[in-house]
């Protein structure tokens, strides 16, 4: 690693294609400027989850678009910044394409984790999401391997169109019911979550989640915080790591950061 290079980032939730941005390409341009700002002192980038609307690798296609973004991924960690992604409840179908192109590295379940002497537990924040049965039994499928292997079977020109129009509809219904602001400490399902796993497991200096696009940073122990990194719809958050300090920032063009 570079002397330079000493600082680990984390970000979620640009939802990159989704047919509810204004101007999806605004979107992506703004993330990559943001990757740019932080190139020189990144020794790895954290993805926690959603940052594709929808994704789903078959043997020989993947959605277009994406290029700044998937471009400059490629040109980090050719530099040797380590990349990581998350699935996440939109992106669940991220298999060896950009493992294969770009080198980065898949979590497809929450990991527990020593980074910089401080131990993190990272996730999406779906797996605690029991908001709904209907939404556990839907996450089920997405996660089985029949159902992807069936679903493969069907023609893109089917699934692009059908997965977006879904998760616009949902995204809307969402936003107005079922995905709330914050709830209060005891309202927050990853809040909750993540004191029920301090009591089992206490040594967990950091949670942080993604798929609420909240940006909350909460005491849960003396030792332990909880941070949930916002989103690339309204907020254009993310969370610096370097070491000492932990801290849930937002991306603004020319200020220092």
Same mark, same amino acid.
């Given at each position: 690693m570079e002397e330079a290079r000493k600082k680990i980032y984390f970000t979620a939730d640009a939802h990159l294609g989704a047919r509810s941005h204004k101007d999806p390409l605004a979107v992506e341009k703004k993330l990559v400027r943001w990757l740019d700002s932080i190139k020189q002192d990144a020794a790895a980038v954290w993805f926690l989850g959603d940052m594709f609307d929808y994704w789903y690798e078959y043997k020989y296609v993947v959605p277009k678009g994406h290029i700044r973004f998937l471009g400059k991924l490629a040109e980090l960690a050719d530099s040797g910044i380590e990349i990581h992604f998350f699935t996440g409840n939109h992106d669940v179908w991220l298999f060896d394409y950009l493992p294969r192109e770009t080198g980065a590295v898949i979590h497809c379940k929450p990991l527990v984790i020593n980074l910089m002497g401080k131990t993190f537990f990272l996730?999406?924040?779906? /797996?605690?999401?029991? %908001?709904? *049965?209907?939404? *556990?039994?839907? %996450?089920?499928?997405?996660?089985?391997?029949?159902?992807?292997?069936?679903?493969? $079977?069907?023609? #893109? *020109?089917?699934?692009?169109? +059908?997965?977006?129009?879904?998760?616009?509809?949902?995204?809307? !219904?969402?936003? =107005?019911? !079922?995905? #709330?602001?914050?709830? $209060? =400490? =005891?309202? /927050?399902? &990853?809040?909750? +979550?993540?004191?029920?796993? &301090?009591?089992? !497991? #206490?040594?967990? !200096?950091?949670?942080?989640?993604?798929?609420?696009?909240?940006? &909350?940073?909460?005491?849960?122990? *003396?030792?332990? %915080?909880?941070?949930?990194?916002?989103?690339?719809?309204?907020h254009f958050s993310y969370i610096e790591w370097d070491g000492e300090d932990l801290a849930l920032m937002q991306f603004e063009e020319g200020a220092e950061r």
């Amino acid at each position: 690693m570079e002397e330079a290079r000493k600082k680990i980032y984390f970000t979620a939730d640009a939802h990159l294609g989704a047919r509810s941005h204004k101007d999806p390409l605004a979107v992506e341009k703004k993330l990559v400027r943001w990757l740019d700002s932080i190139k020189q002192d990144a020794a790895a980038v954290w993805f926690l989850g959603d940052m594709f609307d929808y994704w789903y690798e078959y043997k020989y296609v993947v959605p277009k678009g994406h290029i700044r973004f998937l471009g400059k991924l490629a040109e980090l960690a050719d530099s040797g910044i380590e990349i990581h992604f998350f699935t996440g409840n939109h992106d669940v179908w991220l298999f060896d394409y950009l493992p294969r192109e770009t080198g980065a590295v898949i979590h497809c379940k929450p990991l527990v984790i020593n980074l910089m002497g401080k131990t993190f537990f990272l996730a999406h924040g779906d /797996e605690a999401d029991c %908001r709904s *049965r209907s939404f *556990r039994l839907i %996450r089920a499928a997405f996660h089985n391997k029949c159902c992807q292997w069936l679903y493969a $079977g069907i023609h #893109p *020109r089917w699934t692009f169109g +059908f997965a977006l129009g879904w998760s616009l509809n949902s995204r809307k !219904n969402g936003l =107005e019911s !079922n995905a #709330p602001g914050y709830q $209060g =400490e =005891e309202g /927050e399902y &990853l809040v909750t +979550f993540a004191k029920d796993y &301090l009591k089992t !497991n #206490p040594d967990i !200096n950091f949670f942080l989640f993604g798929h609420r696009h909240l940006m &909350l940073d909460l005491m849960l122990a *003396r030792n332990s %915080r909880i941070l949930i990194a916002g989103d690339w719809l309204t907020h254009f958050s993310y969370i610096e790591w370097d070491g000492e300090d932990l801290a849930l920032m937002q991306f603004e063009e020319g200020a220092e950061r």
